[in-house]
């Protein structure tokens, strides 16, 4: 049995610049994210040892305390917070995710309404949104038909959302707006993964999909393999996979998500090779 890995494996550039920054500038025992840098549990364990400490609540933050600001950005009312209380700020935020913010934002200013395909609670939606109160959240585009849109309408997506979803709210929309933007902020991250799982899919039965179970671009890697009639098995670590996966003649493949360190993949591939009865090399896709 074969072993097949999608090109794009290890950290998107978004996570590895926030990882390495935070690194540099961490000052142990005054260094603190708010919430998770990344959403990878090895990734966070991994920063606690390097002295950066994750927090939930802005107000347990000091003057003198240094505050990174994740790769997903932070809300509007936070970053405030942060400046009254005189905490000294770190921002990580992705340039992809700033540039999507300030794309909605001057939309918003000439008069569009603001639709957003994103996941509620996801810490990407609410830190965009924050920054445009009058955005609408579609978490799925079948929710897009039941909104009365006004004459010009522009589209914007989540990072981590897929191009088959976005195109599928697009058409609801269209149907229903004068004058309709289409804004593709499907990172390029993004887009290189899913395509590249686009490649391998057919060639697999199953799929062992890499990455924090919280994190939303590895669960939409999940739903492609899903969706195509995979069976998928998402795993954090080599640890949590299972000899009984491999039941057929069928190369396995391999994928990860954007916050899941290269290593840990390469680790999950090695215990799938020593699983495997014939022991053939794995195959980049
Ligand atoms: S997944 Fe995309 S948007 Fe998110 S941090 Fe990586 S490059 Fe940036």
Redesign the pocket.
């Known amino acids: 049995m074969k072993v097949l890995v999608t090109s794009a494996v290890g ?5 590895r ?2 990882v390495e920054q935070s690194i540099k500038h961490a000052i142990p025992g005054r260094t603190f994210t708010l919430g998770p840098l ?1 959403h990878n549990p090895q990734v966070v364990q991994f920063l606690e040892r390097q002295g950066v400490l994750a927090r939930e609540r802005l107000e347990s933050f000091k003057s003198g305390e240094l505050l990174i600001i994740p ?2 950005g932070i809300t509007k009312a936070f970053l405030e917070l942060a400046q009254q209380r005189r905490v000294a700020i770190l921002d990580t935020t ?4 700033t540039r999507t913010r300030n794309l909605m934002m001057k939309s918003a200013a000439e008069g569009y309404q603001i639709a957003f395909l994103g996941d509620p609670g996801h810490a ?1 939606t609410e830190s965009l949104l924050s920054f445009v109160p009058d955005a609408i959240l579609i978490p799925s585009s079948n929710l897009a038909s039941t909104i009365a849109w006004t004459k010009k309408v522009a589209v914007f997506a989540q ?2 959302q897929t191009l088959e979803a976005l195109q599928s709210l697009s058409q609801v929309v269209l149907a229903k707006t004068d004058e309709l933007r289409i804004f593709n902020t499907i ?4 887009r290189r993964r899913q395509e590249s799982l686009r490649r391998l899919l057919p060639k697999v039965r199953t799929l062992v999909v890499v990455g924090g179970l919280n994190s939303a ?1 590895t669960q939409r890697l999940a739903e492609m393999g899903k969706s195509a009639g995979k069976k998928v098995c998402h795993v954090e670590t080599a640890e949590d996979l299972d000899p009984r996966w491999l039941d057929s003649d069928m190369p396995i493949g391999v994928t990860s998500g ?2 899941t360190p290269i290593e840990v993949v390469r680790e999950v591939v090695a215990q799938l090779e020593q699983f495997s009865v014939f022991g053939e090399k794995t195959q980049k896709n």
């Open positions: 950290f998107c550039s978004g996570v610049r926030a990344i790769a997903q992705c340039p992809e995710l990407e990072s981590t990172c390029q991250a993004t671009n954007a916050s």
